[in-house]
């Protein structure tokens, strides 16, 4: 039987997903609005609090909105905490229900409440491996009854063409932190022109040059073009996200991770990963050491 797929989500998110799939039938969510402005994640969800506790409390009325409209049978929540409803069968999917911070009190009450939510859920779905061959293993084990493990997921086939992209620098996230990390690395990658580079801006604000003919510059990438350079690169200069992670564990690319400040999960995951062959992670304030973090992954 054919299934019925609405999208709901917002801001560029929603965009990239209406470009992607534009036959799809597309409802706009509340945004959380978290801004990363500090080096702490308290800090960030504590100034946007209010926002995030409007926007939990609107999702669960859209939530419901939406199963009648559609008459709607199963809902797939993608960390949204309240996205559930009481018509529904209700699936959430997280890779951490594991909230790290230093602080061992605040991780134990963020992991507590988030613990909370996804038991209103009917079950969680995990995309990583149980156990040791977990690509975060802190985030991801030992989860709650209703986890289930299905491995880590991607969009991009794997495939055997020409690698002609010596670094592939692709950027994303909240501001202001994605704009002070594309002008950071471009001190440095303007001066390698003996580099072939393609920099994947990742908004959409026309601004296709900057001036050095090694760099190919390009604001978005739908997900075919994104698979292709994403196989054409040798190396990979990103943020920490889990989505890429997986990404690039199944393409088995090097990578050099670079966590936005104030995301203790980009920090973790930037780390452990940096421990394993052909990966290594700069913090944002220490982009002096990239040329000599990418000479040493050739």
């Known amino acids: 039987m054919l299934q019925k797929i609405i999208i709901a989500s917002d801001g560029d998110a929603l965009q990239l997903l209406q470009k992607e799939f534009p036959d ?22 504590a100034v946007s609090s209010i926002g995030i506790l409007r926007a939990i409390n609107q999702e669960k009325k859209k939530a419901e909105q939406l199963v009648k409209k559609y008459n709607a049978t199963v809902i797939l929540s993608d960390n949204r905490l309240m996205f559930r409803s009481s018509l529904s069968r209700n699936i959430y999917m997280t890779h951490q229900w594991k909230i790290l911070h230093p602080n061992r009190f605040i991780s134990y009450l ?8 996804i038991r209103q859920f009917d079950i969680c779905i995990i995309p990583d491996y149980d156990g040791k061959k977990a690509l975060c293993p802190a985030l991801s084990s030992g989860a709650m009854d209703n986890a289930v493990y299905i491995g880590p ?5 794997k495939k055997e063409i020409d690698k002609d992209i010596d670094i592939l620098v692709v950027l994303s996230g909240p ?3 994605r704009t002070i990390l594309e002008s950071k ?12 580079i393609v920099f994947v801006r ?3 604000t026309n601004q296709n040059d900057f001036g050095a003919n090694h760099i190919q510059v390009i604001d978005i990438m739908t997900g075919e073009t994104m698979a292709n350079v994403l196989n ?10 889990y989505s890429t992670v997986m990404d690039v564990h199944h393409l088995n690319l090097k990578a050099i991770w670079i966590p936005t400040p104030g995301q203790t999960e980009q920090e973790y ?12 992670k700069i913090n944002q304030n220490e982009l002096n050491k990239l040329e000599k973090t990418i000479i040493s992954l050739r």
Do not use: W
């Open 110 to 117: 963020a992991t507590s409440i988030h613990r909370y939510f």
């Open 185 to 196: 690395l471009l001190t440095v990658l303007v001066k390698m022109r003996d580099q072939s």
């Open 24 to 45: 799809l039938a597309c409802e706009r969510l509340p945004a959380y609005g978290i801004q990363y402005k500090y080096n702490s994640i308290v800090a960030n969800i």
């Open 153 to 157: 997921l991607t969009r991009i086939e």
């Open 175 to 177: 501001e202001p932190q």
């Open 202 to 204: 990742g908004v959409d």
């Open 269 to 280: 995951l930037g780390e452990i990963l940096s421990q394993r062959s052909g990966y290594s």
């Open 232 to 241: 054409r690169a040798k190396l990979l200069i990103s943020r920490s996200g």
